[in-house]
């Protein structure tokens, strides 16, 4: 019911800069927490990122100083801007969207992921 369209993610070289962009359509009616996590080959899903609803933020510790991510509650969209790109950030990054319904029901739902792919 929810459906979540990521973009922006590509090849880099290290050093470099990306911006990812997520937005969230469907029965939407109201969206607590924002969010990014990453999944390189071999290793589980962690987060690099996240904001709430009040635009409190979260971040990986691997990823502070050089990610930013931001809002737009207009838009029902979620951008990471990622800076200082390194090679051990290549990975798979997924969003995650969590807030109610139309339906006042909770849902929790998940993007395909985008491939981001930062060369040496």
């Known amino acids: 019911q929810v459906q979540l369209v990521e973009s922006g993610g590509g090849l880099v070289q290290a050093g470099g800069s990306l911006r990812l962009s997520c937005t969230a359509s469907?029965?939407?009616?109201?969206?607590?927490?924002m969010g990014w996590y990453r999944q390189a080959p071999g290793k589980e899903r962690g987060l690099v990122a996240r904001i709430s609803s009040e635009e409190t933020t979260n971040y990986g510790d691997s990823v502070k100083g050089r990610f930013t991510i931001s809002r737009d509650n207009a838009k029902n969209t979620v951008y990471l801007q990622m800076n200082s790109l390194k090679p051990e950030d290549t990975a798979v990054y997924y969003c995650n969207t969590k807030g109610s319904l139309a339906t006042m029901r909770w849902f929790d739902s998940w993007g395909r992921g985008v491939q981001v792919t930062v060369s040496s």
């Open positions: 469907g029965s939407i009616y109201s969206i607590n927490t």
